[in-house]
């Protein structure tokens, strides 16, 4: 009996979208009558206005992502792409920007955003769907989620080298000309973090040594080195021997490559076998939540006690 290369090629085009067609595709492949009585017998199960699961195809968070830019021939992005890009904790969100002119009509909880300047080339291809780009994504986030997420969102992007704070300020720059909403937001972060930027490693730890004082906390040991059995394991920004915690402090720019990022944990990881707790704050925790820095430290150092 040969093979049915009808249904191979159904096969293929729900692979490559995560398990979904769309109606067109499956009246192209399989003819409208028989699409049709493939929808009858729940071969084919609706999941958006248009698009198909495959009778058998596991249902998950990328094929709602899929569903949904399907449904509305849109782009993943704000905090569906935030999650993607790992700039967000996973939460599940289903969005999709389109363009002005397309008025979808998704079923919950996917949401459709029109966006005037839905460039193309500001949007990315990752795990299989196609989503806003890093920069974009964090200028979007502006629309939809508070500042200090918005915030934390760049932090991870510049610590996992997938955009540079000039990135960010040439697209908000760009996009703000054209009356786009949501890059006050991205301004504002911007500009609260001029001086931090650029802040050099002795600054950053000037300002702290200031802020433990002020706390009231025991003084730090700076640049302590920790060795093991005769070999170097590390340097530590600011420690308190006694009770092996070791604070470390993130300026954006020594931070800022996936080499560095990857050399930072692995010294973490040696510190921490060897019986160290590891405190890492970034200069934005040093210079905007001083007491959150100096709550967490007292805590780790009530608890080594």
């Known amino acids: 009996m040969g093979v049915d290369k009808t249904l191979l090629r159904l096969d293929e085009t729900a692979r490559r979208q995560h398990g979904l067609v769309t ?22 199960t609706i999941v958006q206005p248009g698009v198909f699961r495959l009778a058998g195809a596991p249902e998950t968070w990328h094929q709602s992502l899929m569903a949904a830019a399907l449904a509305a021939d849109g782009v993943v992005s704000h905090r569906s792409a935030a999650e993607l890009w790992g700039l967000l904790p996973p939460a599940g969100y289903v969005e999709v920007s389109i363009h002005p002119g397309r008025t979808p009509h998704l079923q919950p909880p996917a949401i459709a955003h029109r966006i005037k300047d839905l460039h193309p080339e500001l949007a990315k291809e990752r795990e299989g769907l196609r989503i806003t780009d890093p920069v974009r994504t964090i200028i979007d986030l502006g629309l939809v989620v508070p500042r200090t ?45 001029s ?12 300002r702290f040594l200031d802020l433990a004082r002020r706390a009231g906390l025991p003084a730090p040991v700076v640049q ?55 405190l890492r704050f970034t200069s934005d925790d040093v210079v905007n939540r001083p007491d959150e820095v100096a709550r967490t430290i007292r805590e780790a150092l009530d608890r080594a006690a």
């Open 224 to 278: 302590h080195e920790v060795w093991d059995t005769g070999r170097f394991v590390a340097r530590i920004d600011a420690a308190y021997p006694d009770r092996k915690i070791a604070i470390e402090l993130d300026g954006y720019g020594p931070h800022s490559s996936p080499d560095a990022f990857q050399r930072d944990r692995t010294r973490q990881n040696r510190l921490v076998a060897l019986g160290w707790t590891v």
């Open 149 to 193: 997420m918005v915030s934390d969102a760049l932090t991870r992007g510049i610590t996992l080298g997938l955009l540079s704070v000039d990135d960010v300020r040439r697209l908000r720059d760009a996009l703000g000309r054209q009356g786009r909403n949501g890059t006050g937001v991205v301004r504002h972060i911007l500009e609260a973090r």
């Open 23 to 44: 109606s067109a595709q499956a009246v192209t492949i399989l003819g409208p009558h028989r699409k049709a009585r493939w929808v009858h017998q729940r071969k084919l």
């Open 195 to 206: 001086a931090q930027l650029g802040m050099e490693e002795s600054v950053l730890e000037r």
